[in-house]
Structure formats: C-alpha cells, structure tokens
C-alpha cells in the first residue's frame, strides 16, 4: 500500500484529525519515536545533551583503536596550552609546581652523575688504547673524532629511513639522522627496490613474501612492505627486534593518513611532507650501555691528587716543624751566646777586678818598701807604666817586685806577666831605716858600732876607734834626716882592741841556713872560709892581748817536726858546721859545741857565740 | 617535485649505457648490470617550466640468456628503447620490447624509440620500410648518437612532455 501524503496534505478537505488516525493506524507508536529523534537532531542542546553522555566512551574506544586521536587532538591541545600561558601564565606554572620540582632536582642529580661520568670518559679517552685507535680512524677516514666515537659506541643508530612507492620504487619521502653518510637517495631508493624485485624473481619466493632485511658488515637495511610503500631503515649496528614493530607501526600510520595519495601517487612527493615527523620518529639509537661500574679512574686520579696533596701536606708539616725547630736552635744557640758573652764579660770582670787588686797589691808592696813613694800608676798596653820618688840607697822596684800576670779575661789565653815601666825621680827619703843607711854610707861604721835611730835621735852604741870618734863628730850633722846625736853608749877603744871586738861582732853576727830537715852543709861554701879564716884572725889578735877564744856553736831547727827529731837535727847541724871550720883549719880548741840558744830560735840555722878568756 | 621512472631498454650493446652516461647523475657501477639486471641513474629534466626528475632504470639488454625482469618495469611512468642503428637483431628486439609494453596491466606508456649509433652512415640498416614499421606505433623517433653528443637531450625532453602531457590528460 502506498500513502499518498501530496494528496493528503493538499486537500484541504481532509480533516487532520483523519491524518493522524491514519499515521497512527500505519505506523503506531514508532511514529512518535521517530519525530522525538527528528526533534532531538534538530534541537542542539538535546543533541549535545546525548552526545555528552557518550563522548568520553567514545574517546577511550577510539584511542584504544589507533593514535589518531592523538594526531587529531595534538593541535588543539597545543593552542588551548598556548592560549592558557598568554593569558594567565602562573596559573600553569602553580599546576605545574608539583612537578617541576622533583623533575628539575632529577635533571640537576642527573647532570651532576653526567658530568663526572664525562670526565670519567675523558680521562679514559685521552688514555686508554681504544679511543687512541678511534682517535687513529678519525685521521685516516677524516672523519671527525666525535664522529668516529658515536659510530663506535653506538649500539645501533638509525641513519637512514626511506618511504619508497612500492610500484615505481620512487622516493617518497627520506629522513637522515645527522652525521649519517647519506648518498642520493632517489638512487638507492630505486635500486633498492630493484634489489627487492632481484630476490624475488631470483628466488622464486611465494606471492606476498618479500626481503625484510639486508645486511652487510655492521650495516642493516629493514625493509617493511606495505601495501603501496615501502619502509626502508638503514640501522648501523645491530638493530633491536623492536625497531621492525616501529617500522611497522609507522607503515601503518603512513597508510592510514595517506592511503589515497599513495594509491594515487603519480611522482608528485610534496604531499609526504606531512610524514617526516614520522620518519624522523624511526630514527632511534642507543648507545652501548656502558657497564655501569665506578668510575675508578676518576676515583682513582682524585686518590692520587689526595695522596699527592698529603704528601705535601706532610712535608709542608715537617719542614715547618724543621723550621720551627731551627729557629729555637738558633734562638738556644742566642741565648747561649749571650749568656757566655755576659760570663765573658764576668770573667774579665773579675780578671780585672783581680787585676786591680794584684796591681793595688803590688802598689802597696812599693810603697812599704822604704825610700820608694809611688805617686801615680796606669796601665797601657803591655803593662804598667808607675812614677813617683825613689832614694837612691833604697832598693829598686825592679829588683823585689815580682810582676802581676796580666789576665786577658779569655779562657785558655794564658796570662802574660806585666811590662812595668818605672819612672823614678830622686828624693832623700827621711824614714829611719833610710836615715840609718845614709848613716852607714856616710860614716862607714866598723861592725863594734851600732847605729839605731828612735825618735829622731840618731843613737850611736858600742865600741869604736877614736878615729872613727872623730869621723863622727865631723859628719853626723851632715847625715839627711839627722837632727839630733845620742853617743853615750859608745866606748872608744884602742886599736887591736877595736879590731877583736870588730872581729867578734863579724863572728857573732854570722849564721849559716839549712834545708828543711837536712843537715848538710856544702864544703865549697865560701862562707865558712871567709868565718873560718875570721875565727882564726881573731885568735891570733886575742893571743897578742893574752886571751883565749871560745865560739860556740848552736844549732838550731824549725817548729816543725818532733822535738826528738829536732834535736838530733840540731846536734847534728852543731857538729857537721865544727867538723867543717876543723877541717878548714880552726884550732879544735875553740870550738864547741853547744845547746840551743836561748830563746830557742824558730830557724833552720847554726850561730855562733865568742867568748874571749 | 616530480618524479618519473623511467626504464631504458633494448638489445645488449646497442649502447643504452652510452647513451645516457654523460646525461645523468650516477651513483652505482656498471657492474650491478651483470649482477641484479638494472642500474639506476638520476636526470633532471626541464618540460615548459616544470622540473622533472627522471628516475631511469638502465635494464640490462635483452638476449637470449637475459630476459628482462617485469618487476623491473613496474610503474614506469616512460620508456625509450634504443635501438643500434647497425644491428637488425636489435630492431626486432626493439618491436618485441615494444609489444610487450603494450601488453602490461598498467596500460599504455609513452614510449621514445632511440636510433643509436646514427654516427655509423655506412653500416645503417634502418631503411624506410622499417621506419615507417616504427612510425605506426606512434612513438617518438629520435636518432641519437653518443660519440657526436647527439639527440639525446631530444630523447628524454620529448618523454619529459609526453609523461607530463598524460598526466594533464588525465
């Protein structure tokens, strides 16, 4: 049956009531469905209301299917991101916080681990054997160095993709990874497909099967078939089982946005811009990964720059120590320099200070002397120089004075004795002891008289010749120093007479010293001769006057010893001096031997007493 | 740009290697010849302003022991078949090349007839009657002659405007 809706519609006549039974009674209730379909079509908002419920599934089914959705969305995203930022660019920067944090802490972490591993590498390259040979290729292929490392350490590099037409084995499109060597590719496009249609025929292989892979030395060429084109990578190294799935997912892409043109392709490449992206995709690589393993040459160079460092430090240390050390040796060394200049100092010091007193000693030895008076001193160079006054019967400086040593204040320098230089100008010395020698010289008394001055008086005792009386008389008042004469003790006597007591005075007056504890007497002495030859004279005026002569020997001895050893020592002094005067001719009859004189006399002596009988 | 492949043809030696060698860009030795049956080189061609590239597929010359490979002359845009000017065995392998160009699925190519060796008078063979055997076919005859440098830019310029002529056609 066939509804006439024109005449329907256009008949007036026909009440609507009657359409609508008639719709009704043909198409019942789906009618009403489809005109809320129609009206949901043509109403936006309803229409957008049902897509809404269903748009995400939609979304998810589709992206499970195929990228598209991603190549489709790509674009919009990206304006939508661009528009985002030019209007408010903190509001992403905020969402993106979170992760640029961790993400910039990973990167720094990471560029940190690089940069030693480089330095690592480094090290290893400048010094191991390999890098050395590489660094060898590089020259001899004049390739650059990085060049040749990359080439080495690459596992494997796509270098080349190719998108061929099947049918005409013309180029498509090309991508290149940089540093690949790259020749025409129009070329080896075609020629690889000739090479594709070589094996094939050559080897009959079944309908469908097609070369997937050449290979030729480190070089590997995967080729995948699809339906109007070719996908062709050049891998150097060895290429990873999944650089084929690549191949392929690409492949599939490619038909699928370009399918038409590729049926189509008449040589016009143009329209394959559009899949360079990719191509470039395919070109992966990966380097040799490298075991990860401490970089002990790195380690160990910063080890050896420790080393070295403490090395130095240790020396640094010790010369410093040296140094120190040296420095209070030297500063010991100061001290004790100074302190011996300062002992030397003392010591000449003290040298002088002895020297002084030696000096004042030998000053006062000259100025006890009598008839000498110093009246100044100084010291030059070699000694002494001393001036003052000197009588001319006094004894001379020179004669008693021993010279002091002259210390130089050096130790191990011996001293030398004093130069003393006498400058001595003539006096009449007053003293008494001089008075008495100016008496003697004067008057030249015979050995009877005795000369005494006490108290300004000059005394005159014993016996003389009346010649000798009057000498006196005439010259005591010319005697220096002599004021006043005291003469009563003296008894002038007759000539022989004056000459016994003369003689007897000479005996009297002699002594004779002995060595400590010894008794010998030397024969040759000239002393007992001239003492024996007295004696003798004596006896011979003594006889003319009828007299006789006794001399009497007394020996004498130190304190020292005992008194029995001293006595033996006296007696036998007493008898060794009689044995000698007997031998020399002195009658034995004057001679004896006698005790001690008393007072015993402190002196290791014999004297002799006269008595005239 | 454009790119057309086109595959040289004819008998061995009639110098279809000759022909081309000082007219293109090459890359591969002669010997892929001897070994996979094809060499392929690169000329540019220039046709009323319009860049050309020209992939020519050199196949090697049909003989009694080579028989030229049909995937080789899958989706040739264009061929020229040279013929050696001297040598009538290469006539007859010319019109045998040319009928089995006819013949494939992709239907019908421009196709150039390249009398070579044009430099040889004295030993030429192609007299009229085979001549006007060429001239039905409707191809473009050229003589050409490597040693005088001579009709070969003509070859590929007037395949370069017959392919582009197609195209516009179609």
């Known amino acids: ?613 | 740009m454009i790119q057309k492949k086109i595959c040289m043809l004819g008998s061995f030696s009639v110098g279809k290697t000759s022909l081309v060698k000082r007219y293109v860009s090459s890359l591969f030795d002669e010997k892929y010849h001897t070994t996979i049956g094809v060499k392929i080189d690169k000329k540019q061609v220039s046709v009323e302003g319009q860049e050309l590239t020209l992939m020519l597929w050199d196949i090697a010359g049909e003989d009694a022991f080579f028989t030229i490979r049909p995937a080789h002359l899958r989706g040739m845009a264009g061929a020229v078949i040279v013929i050696d000017g001297t040598r009538e065995s290469s006539f007859d392998v010319a019109l045998s090349l040319y009928q089995m160009l006819t013949g494939l699925p992709d239907g019908q190519v421009p196709v150039c007839f390249a009398l070579n060796k044009a430099d040889l008078t004295d030993q030429w063979i192609i007299d009229d009657e085979k001549m006007q055997v060429l001239e039905k076919t409707g191809c473009e005859i050229v003589e050409t002659s490597a040693l005088e440098n001579r009709g070969v830019d003509e070859v590929f310029q007037s395949l370069a405007g017959q392919i582009l002529c197609m195209k516009q056609a179609v």
């Not at chain 1, 992403?92 to 640029?100: C, F, H, K, R």
């Not at chain 1, 191949?247 to 329209?271: F, R």
């Open chain 1, 1 to 613: 049956m066939q509804v006439d809706s024109n005449a329907a519609t256009s008949d007036p006549e026909v009440p609507k009531q009657d359409m609508q039974l008639l719709r009704d009674l043909l198409l019942g209730k789906d009618y009403q469905s489809l005109l809320e379909l129609r009206r949901q079509l043509n109403t936006p908002e309803l229409h957008s209301e049902k897509v809404a419920a269903v748009v995400s599934e939609a979304i998810d089914l589709r992206a499970r299917r195929d990228e598209s959705l991603s190549d489709v969305l790509t674009p919009t995203i990206e304006n939508a991101l661009s528009r985002s930022i030019e209007k408010d660019p903190q509001r992403l920067a905020d969402a993106l916080y979170p992760v640029m944090g961790p993400a910039i802490r990973k990167s720094i972490h990471e560029v940190l681990a690089q940069t030693f591993e480089t330095f690592n590498q480094l090290l290893e390259q400048s010094l191991s054997p390999r890098f050395l040979g590489w660094r060898f290729d590089a020259w001899r292929t004049g390739r650059s160095y990085s060049e040749v490392v990359l080439l080495n350490t690459l596992e494997f590099q796509v270098e080349q993709v190719f998108l061929i037409h099947s049918k005409t084995g013309l180029l498509l499109r090309h991508a290149e990874a940089p540093h690949a060597i790259v020749k025409d590719p129009d070329m080896v496009s075609g020629m690889l497909t000739a090479i594709q249609d070589f094996i094939a025929d050559s080897f009959a292989v079944q309908d469908g099967s097609s070369l997937n892979k050449l290979r030729l030395g480190e070089l590997t060429v995967l080729i995948d078939q699809g339906p109007y084109a070719v996908l062709a990578a050049v891998v150097r190294g060895n290429p990873p089982g999944d650089l084929a799935e690549l191949l392929n997912e690409t492949q599939e892409k490619i038909h699928q946005q370009m399918g038409n043109t590729l049926l189509n392709y008449q040589g016009d490449s143009e329209p394959f811009v559009r899949v360079h992206p990719l191509l470039e995709a395919c070109l992966i690589s990966q380097r040799q990964q490298r075991e990860k393993r401490k970089p002990w040459l790195a380690y160990s160079v910063l080890a050896a720059l420790l080393g070295l460092s403490a090395v130095w430090g240790y020396h640094y240390y010790q010369s410093k120590q040296e140094a120190l050390r040296l420095a209070e040796q030297q500063q010991l060394m100061e001290q004790q320099r100074q302190a011996e200049q300062l002992r030397q100092q003392e010591l000449m010091k003290q040298a002088e200070q002895q020297q002084r007193q030696a000096w004042q000693k030998t000053i006062d030895q000259m100025t006890a002397e009598p008839g000498v008076v110093v009246t100044g001193s100084e010291r030059n160079e070699a000694g002494y120089r001393v001036w003052g006054l000197l009588d001319p019967l006094a004894r001379h400086p020179e004669t008693f004075v021993k010279p002091p040593l002259l210390q130089t204040g050096f130790e191990g320098e011996q001293a030398k004795p004093a130069r003393l230089n006498f400058e001595f100008q003539s006096y009449i010395s007053a003293e008494p002891e001089m008075v008495l020698r100016h008496a003697k010289q004067v008057l030249e008394p015979p050995g009877s008289v005795r000369l005494d001055m006490q108290q300004g008086v000059f005394k005159v005792s014993g016996s003389a010749e009346q010649s000798w009386r009057d000498k006196l008389d005439r010259y005591w008042m010319s005697i220096p120093g002599v004021n006043k004469l005291d003469d009563r003790q003296l008894q002038v006597v007759d000539p022989v007479q004056g000459k016994i007591n003369n003689l007897v005075a000479k005996i009297q007056n002699t002594r004779h010293l002995f060595e400590h504890a010894n008794a010998d007497i030397d024969e040759q002495s000239p002393d007992f001769k001239r003492l024996a030859e007295t004696i003798n004279e004596l006896v011979k005026l003594a006889a003319s006057t009828n007299k006789n002569v006794q001399v009497t020997i007394s020996g004498n001895s130190d304190e020292s010893g005992t008194s029995q050893a001293n006595e033996k020592l006296v007696s036998a002094r007493s008898e060794n001096a009689r044995n000698l005067l007997l031998k020399l001719g002195v009658p034995g009859a004057v001679l004896l031997v006698g005790e001690s004189m008393a007072p015993a006399l402190n002196e290791r002596s014999v004297r002799y007493t006269v008595k005239l009988y």
